[in-house]
Nanobody, 121 residues
Framework: QVQLVESGGGLVQAGGSLTLSCTASGRIFTVGTMGWYRQAPGKERELVATIDIGGWTDYADAVKGRFTISRDNDKKTINLQMNSLKPEDTAVYYC???????????????WGQGTQVTVSS
């Protein structure tokens, strides 16, 4: 069974920093593009940042220059370093993997359980 385990959410004041982590667990051979998405109350889920297996990154305009996504392929982990946080960054943050290859075959579009990030003004 494949799971994404997230950690690192919490409450922080505006201007502060948080780091989110997500680890893929299970009998995994390879992990494709990983990323973070977020969903604020009353809004649709939106892309925050993605990183592929080669380290190429993509960011939403709203977080460019403030957030940094990184990846450790051996540990099947990604991190999202969030700096200069704003109240509008408040949301549930979800980890996503586009494709995981296992002994039982590939699995697609896997989501974590979500972690709450709250930024107070």
């Amino acid at each position: 069974q494949v799971q994404l385990v997230e950690s690192g959410g919490g409450l922080v004041q505006a201007g502060g920093s948080l780091t989110l982590s997500c680890t893929a667990s299970g009998r995994i051979f390879t992990v494709g593009t990983m990323g973070w998405y977020r969903q604020a109350p009353g809004k649709e889920r939106e892309l925050v940042a993605t990183i592929d297996i080669g380290g190429w990154t993509d960011y939403a305009d709203a977080v460019k220059g403030r957030f940094t996504i990184s990846r450790d392929n051996d540990k099947k982990t990604i991190n999202l370093q969030m700096n200069s946080l704003k109240p509008e960054d408040t949301a549930v943050y979800y980890c996503n993997v586009e494709r995981i290859t296992t002994q039982r075959g590939p699995f697609y579009d896997i989501w974590g359980q979500g972690t709450q990030v709250t930024v107070s003004s």
